[in-house]
């Protein structure tokens, strides 16, 4: 073979999966799906690129630059999608205006988003995720935090916390440190990023003080289960925020009830990276995993921006991501499996058919020449050997 050898890799960000690891990414996804299922939602499949103003409205923190975008031959600009729950609000608006409300929908599928490659983070990933249509409110709200838990837990994931934050109360603390608009989206990246001392300098530049310094720094802080909530209505009950945390305590409340404290914390420096979200958002952790395993919340305005002005909230969460914490291809093994061998190939044929059922591999051997032969190709895959006389 020649040419440049250089043409034979894949491009950064994205890579080949081996068969241990697409079985097992194949069965998680199949999984998760029919898990969703048995909590009434009903799966969907959209585009993998659409134009690119379906995605305008809640692109990362406003910027397109993570959007794959190509031109088709009208000149249209296309995208590969980067998310799936703008797709499904346009899906929402066009195709399903007419059905009642709420709508359950759920989804496994690829997205691309031109990000920096790293551990945990890929340009090319799968997603597997629900957004319930329609429900407004605290029992809603409830509800996808439930299933995201429940979700987890599926997956196979037992040592994991979920952080719970309000948006809400988060742009009203922002809003009444009475900062320009380019000083707050400059916070707002820092509390996003976790960049404590970065905060510290913003602080220290923008010269906040008193409250409004507690009340941010509270934001990138504050952690933890009721007493997190009763120190936030401590120091936020004066800002536009008080409403939305009171919320947030009904929706912590509920949760706790339901058995799920142990894997819940409060956080209110989670913002989530697109600009749709407007109430209760969340992020699934991990430890040893350096990015959220899942995340998602309430973004009541984004299909009011495909003409069908609704509440809606959702979560996602990244397969190979979870796959990672499990450690990679775990369960993946080919499970009970026969290889069928003999010398007559339509008696050999006719075995394996009796053989094959869902969720048993079995192989056709037509190159040993006798049992013993057989019975080492079996054994070199961990297979049973089924002769044929």
């Known amino acids: 073979m020649t040419g440049n050898w250089n043409n034979l890799q894949v491009p950064a960000g994205v890579r080949d999966l081996l068969p241990a690891e697409a079985a097992a990414l194949r069965k998680l996804e199949q999984e998760l799906v029919a898990f969703f299922q048995s909590w009434g939602y009903q799966e969907v499949l959209t585009p993998t690129f659409e134009f690119v103003e379906t995605f305008q409205a809640g692109s990362p923190a406003g910027d397109e630059g993570s959007l794959y975008k ?19 609000a346009r899906l929402v608006a066009t195709s399903l205006r007419r059905e009642a409300l709420p709508l359950r929908l759920c989804y496994s599928a690829r997205v691309f988003r031109y990000e920096e490659p790293q551990a ?27 299933l995201a838990v429940e979700t987890l837990l599926q997956a196979g ?20 440190l009475g900062l320009p608009q380019e000083a707050v989206a400059r916070i707002k990246v820092a509390l996003a990023g976790k960049d404590l001392v970065g905060l510290e300098r913003l602080v220290n530049e923008y010269n906040l003080a008193g409250s409004k310094r507690r009340q941010l720094e509270l934001l990138a802080t504050l952690h933890g289960g009721r007493e997190a909530l009763e120190e936030a209505r401590a120091n936020f ?11 947030l305590e009904r929706v912590w409340q509920a949760l706790t009830a339901y058995g799920l404290e ?43 921006q495909f003409g069908y ?41 006719r075995r394996a058919r009796e053989l094959r059922r869902p969720g048993v591999m079995v192989i056709i051997d037509g ?9 080492a ?3 070199a895959r961990g297979l049973a050997l089924v002769w044929v006389d």
């Not at 329609?134 to 029992?139: D, I, L, T």
């Not at 969340?282 to 995993?289: D, Q, R």
């Open 70 to 88: 190509f031109i088709d031959r009208q000149g249209r600009v296309l995208t590969l999608r980067p998310e799936m729950t703008a797709p499904i």
């Open 237 to 247: 009950i004066q800002t536009g925020a008080a409403a939305a945390l009171a919320g």
């Open 262 to 304: 142990k894997w819940l914390f409060i956080d209110l420096g989670i913002l989530r990276d697109f600009d749709y979200y407007t109430g209760i958002v969340f992020e699934g952790y991990v430890p040893g995993l350096g990015v959220p395993v899942c995340g998602g919340g309430r973004y009541d305005g984004l299909l009011g």
């Open 377 to 379: 190709r079996a054994a």
């Open 120 to 146: 945990g983070r890929l340009r090319e990933f799968h997603q597997a995720g629900v957004e319930l249509i329609g429900a407004g409110g605290e029992a809603a709200d409830g509800e996808i935090i439930a």
């Open 309 to 349: 002005p609704c509440p809606a909230t959702g979560f996602a969460l990244g397969l190979e991501r979870v796959l990672m914490a499990r450690g990679e291809g775990q369960g993946a093994g080919q499970g009970e499996g026969y290889l069928v061998a003999g010398q007559d190939l339509a008696a050999v044929l």
């Open 157 to 176: 994931l037992q040592d994991f916390r979920l952080g719970i934050g309000q948006v809400a109360v988060t742009k009203g603390v922002l809003q009444d």
């Open 367 to 375: 190159q040993s020449q006798n049992r013993q032969e057989a019975a």
